[in-house]
């Protein structure tokens, strides 16, 4: 397991979504989660509200859940279907006391669940609602706040209150090219919406560049597209992408510290876990990306293509860093890190122009960079 960090904790790039354990037998958790606790894995979303799947998930962790983190949703219910939204308080405290109750008297992230629009905003920012989760906090309930959603537009505003230390969000390729302003959930029984895809939306980007000059960390759900990505009919791409790749380019965005795909079997925790033993190709994935190349034209999608470089410089990373100074030119934090990838001054070899898919024009963004530091 490699780690990297969420709001002070060391957080596993490769989680558990447990979603596919509701419904299921406890054998089922105590497997799948089992071997997940052998390969490292120490953050386990629980968006679930059925009390079942809470206390087959808590009795596969066991003694271990002092040394695990877990991601649970204040405001997920089953009032009315399976999974259900509530900013009703009297039902949101009566569902995130019994995770409490279920995980050992706390939450580590409290997550406040399922922001997407601008009524989900209200509901939660100018109600009692975000007063409870910070009570919660303040009590010691949860040991730090986050939330989740699906929308770039609305989470950057949920991020500009000050409230949130981290995010669980929706990352994929196909995602990522989808317009902020539609709903990733009327895709999903549909080919994504092929012609709906115009490259990186900058909503998105904004969103991944905010949070990362923000420091506000990413949980990533919907990895593989809810599988799409990694089948041939359905992907918006020439071909399918591969576990590796779709895993890869998640943890490739600014931000994200932890992917969480929703693995319901040994076996599949065994597939994803593959990624630690992949090579650098086959976790590349922008050949797959450039079968829609002209979307992608002039947008950095940080791949490393264009490497290696005779001044040193680390060309992805310098874009990743360029891109949030962009938005915030007075960032020291951002400049100190630019700095620290930029290298010797660029000659203008022009070795990685000639390598990138994307048609990047490299030079005049590192000369950008460089005057920036
Ligand atoms: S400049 Fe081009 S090759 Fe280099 S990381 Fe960005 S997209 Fe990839
Ligand atoms: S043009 Fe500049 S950034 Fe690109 S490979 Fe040459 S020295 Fe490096």
Known sequence: MQYREIAGE???????GCEHLDRKPAERAIETVGAALEYGVNLFDVFMPGCEVRENIAK?????RKD???QGHIGS????????????????QKYFEEALRIFGGYIDFGMMFFIDSENDYKNVFETGFADYVQRLKKQGDIRHIGFSSHNPVTAVKAIQT????MLMFSVNPAFDMLPAAENIFDHFETDFGVGLFRGIDPKRAELYTLCAEKEIGITVMKVFGAGKLLSKEHTPFGK??????????????PAVQCVLPGCQTREEVEGVMRYFGSTDSERDYA????TMRNNFRGSCVYCGHCQPCPSGIDIAAAHKY???ARLNPDNGTVKAHLQGVLGEPCIACGNCEERCPFGVPVIKNIAEAQALT
Do not use: F
């Open 60 to 64: 596969a962790l066991g003694e271990r």
């Open 287 to 290: 050949e797959t990306l450039a």
């Open 162 to 165: 000050g409230l949130p230390e």
């Open 68 to 70: 695990v983190m877990i």
């Open 77 to 92: 219910t089953d009032v009315k279907q399976q999974y259900d939204i509530s900013r009703d308080l009297p039902t949101v």
């Open 322 to 324: 360029l891109d949030i």
């Open 240 to 253: 399918p992408l591969t576990s590796a790749q779709c895993l890869h380019y998640a943890l490739s965005r």
């Open 10 to 16: 060391k957080v596993g790039c490769i989680g558990l």
